[in-house]
């Protein structure tokens, strides 16, 4: 197991976990409406699968719901 921040709260994940293997183990699905950023760089959906988490990474994920009035 590593540690990573995931929107500001520490967190632990299986090393060579992947940015789709969090947002699973988070309940996110990724087709939806999802941002996912990496030390401060946004990862791209096309490589989520391939973008390999790493001790000490920190992430900001963002769903964006719809709604109004």
Sequence with gaps: MITITVNGEK???QKDAT???LLSE?????GGRV???RNREI???ETWDSTI??????FEIIEFVGGGF
């Design 11 to 13: 967190r632990k994940v």
């Design 19 to 21: 940015a789709s293997d």
């Design 26 to 30: 988070l309940g996110i699905t990724p």
């Design 35 to 37: 941002a996912v950023e």
């Design 43 to 45: 990862v791209k959906r």
């Design 53 to 58: 988490i790493h001790a000490n990474d920190v």
